[in-house]
């Protein structure tokens, strides 16, 4: 069973950077895709950005394009967010997750890592 625990979230004052880390542990697989999702509150769970297993390929929502990075190193399982130029409307929990093929819906899920930017 894998498992994901996120970490690096804070108080950030808007056009700060913040760095977030997923670290997998128990039986894993780097062949995997694995993205960053977040949820403000009152507002519905959103898609932030995903990367390949091979971390060759990356996608970003519209919202965070050349803000927000997403990066892996697989050989110490481990999933990262470069976030630059934080707005207000950043806050959020950040997640992150892990997708086989079958969806993001039906893996593996972090509990999650505040993140707060004020103006």
């Known amino acids: 069973q894998e498992q994901l625990g996120e970490s690096g979230g804070g108080l950030v004052p808007a056009g700060g950077s913040l760095r977030l880390s997923c670290a997998a542990s128990?039986?894993?697989?780097?062949?995997?895709?694995a993205a960053w999702f977040r949820q403000a509150t009152g507002k519905d769970r959103e898609f932030v950005a995903a990367?390949?297993?091979?971390?060759?390929?990356?996608y970003y929502a519209d919202s965070v394009k050349g803000r927000f990075f997403i990066s892996r190193d697989n050989a110490r399982n481990m999933l990262y967010l470069q976030m630059n130029s934080l707005k207000p409307e950043d806050t959020a929990v950040y997640y992150c997750?892990?997708?086989?093929?079958?969806?993001?819906?039906?893996?593996?899920w972090g509990p999650g890592t505040r993140v707060s930017v004020s103006s």
């Open positions: 997750a892990t997708d086989k093929g079958d969806g993001y819906e039906n893996g593996f």
């Open positions: 128990g039986r894993t697989s780097g062949r995997v895709h």
């Open positions: 990367i390949g297993w091979d971390g060759g390929t990356t």
